[in-house]
């Protein structure tokens, strides 16, 4: 990989790491055990939780407010705010994705220069760095 390794966990991504690692590909696995990489977690991310959670979508082991925080700390993770350049850029996108917090991802993502783990395939239809 060379250079550190930016690394915006997908929602999916983020709850695999924490719940059911073995779902995480040998790739992306690596890059987060990389010394030196930056793993970034989005509010966007944090936001879709909360709403899955309170629809009763996921279970967690807590309430979104301890659980993410907790996960967040043991993992290192850079917390990505949602910013008002990240909104505008959405509206700059191509409609490939039609999920929200997808593509508010790919936005913060081109905005800050990192590279999405994720495994979704609409993602890699924009001009974003993927990784997996």
């Known amino acids: 990989m060379g250079a550190v390794t930016r690394l915006l ?3 999916c991504t983020f709850i695999w790491l924490v719940a059911d690692p073995e779902r995480i590909s040998e790739t ?9 990489g ?3 977690l989005s509010d966007a ?3 879709e939780i909360c709403l899955k959670w309170e629809a009763g979508k996921i279970k967690l082991p ?3 407010r301890s659980w993410i925080e907790e996960q967040a700390a043991q993992w290192l993770l850079i917390e990505l705010p949602i910013r008002r350049s990240h909104l505008y850029r959405v509206t700059e996108l191509p409609v490939h994705h039609r999920d ?3 593509r508010l991802l790919v936005a913060q993502a081109l905005e800050a220069g990192l590279t999405i783990a994720t495994p979704d395939p609409q993602i890699r239809r924009y001009p974003v760095p993927v990784l997996w």
């Open 38 to 40: 930056e793993l970034y």
């Open 9 to 11: 966990l997908d929602t």
């Open 100 to 102: 929200p917090f997808d």
């Open 62 to 64: 807590r309430p979104p």
């Open 45 to 47: 991310s944090a936001w």
């Open 28 to 36: 992306v696995a690596a890059a987060i055990d990389a010394e030196g």
